[in-house]
Nanobody, 125 residues
Framework: DVQLQASGGGLVQPEGSLRLSCAAS????????IGWVRQAPGKEREGLSC???????YYADSVKGRFTISRDNAKNTVYLQMDNLKAEDTAVYYC???????????????????WGQGTLVTVSS
């Protein structure tokens, strides 16, 4: 079974940093694109970033320059380094995949087929 588990969330002050991890199992991780999506309270899911099988990277404008996606195929893990966090980044963050090697456009990540449990990020002073 495809399993994705996001972790690393927590409470952080504005302008702070967090690194989220997405541990994957049950599929050929190094052959698939993995994306990050978030859902803020009372809002729709928002695609944030994707890294393809070959390492191509894409970001939503809302996080470009502040968030960095990476992957470690040896550990079956994708990371999301989040810097200069803002209150509006408060959300539950999910990793997801469509079991395809290339990324779909970031806005379409919300329609990925496989999702893990999210991790809550709260940005507040």
């Amino acid at each position: 079974d495809v399993q994705l588990q996001a972790s690393g969330g927590g409470l952080v002050q504005p302008e702070g940093s967090l690194r989220l991890s997405c541990a994957a199992s049950g599929f050929a991780f190094d052959e698939q694109a993995i994306g990050w999506v978030r859902q803020a309270p009372g809002k729709e899911r928002e695609g944030l970033s994707c890294i393809s099988e070959s390492g191509d990277i894409y970001y939503a404008d809302s996080v470009k320059g502040r968030f960095t996606i990476s992957r470690d195929n040896a550990k079956n893990t994708v990371y999301l380094q989040m810097d200069n966090l803002k209150a509006e980044d408060t959300a539950v963050y999910y990793c997801s995949t469509d079991l395809r090697p290339r990324c779909k456009r970031v806005s379409a990540l919300i329609r990925n087929d496989y999702w893990g449990q999210g991790t809550l990020v709260t940005v507040s002073s």
